[in-house]
């Protein structure tokens, strides 16, 4: 199974962008998936996960109302849409996939990783 993120970039403060996740070699509505984020010094944290029906969600507090995650199993295709974006979450995200929703924010839990995609706010 192989997670293969994009849509990263460069951003001003405010500013929204969307990142995408395609599962190649599984069928996506197998997994729940969730995204983290990594800075700089820090420790990777989970952001936000989706269930494989996509009828439950869950976010960190500091993206809620910001973030928004979704799924289309008929493109193998997971997004984490992003508005208001602050320069805290300058971070490279990964896309990650699992079992249970209640568990893929433990990174133990996770399954499969992607590679990363750099997310940079500017202020």
């Known amino acids: 199974v192989q997670l293969v993120e994009s849509g990263g970039g460069l951003v001003q403060s405010g500013g929204s962008l969307r990142l995408s996740c395609v599962v190649f070699?599984?069928?996506?509505?197998?997994?729940?998936i969730g995204w983290f984020r990594q800075a700089p010094g820090k420790e990777r944290e989970f952001v936000a996960a989706?269930?494989?029906?996509?009828?439950?969600?869950y976010y960190l507090d500091s993206v809620k109302g910001r973030f928004t995650i979704s799924r289309d199993n008929a493109k193998n295709t997971v997004y984490l849409q992003m508005n208001s974006l602050k320069p805290e979450d300058t971070a490279v995200y990964y896309c990650?996939?699992?079992?249970?929703?209640?568990?893929?924010?433990?990174?133990?839990?996770?399954?499969?990783w992607g590679q990363g995609t750099q997310v940079t706010v500017s202020s």
């Open positions: 070699g599984a069928s996506l509505d197998l997994y729940t």
């Open positions: 989706i269930s494989a029906s996509g009828g439950s969600t």
């Open positions: 990650a996939a699992g079992v249970r929703l209640e568990r893929i924010k433990y990174i133990r839990n996770v399954l499969y």
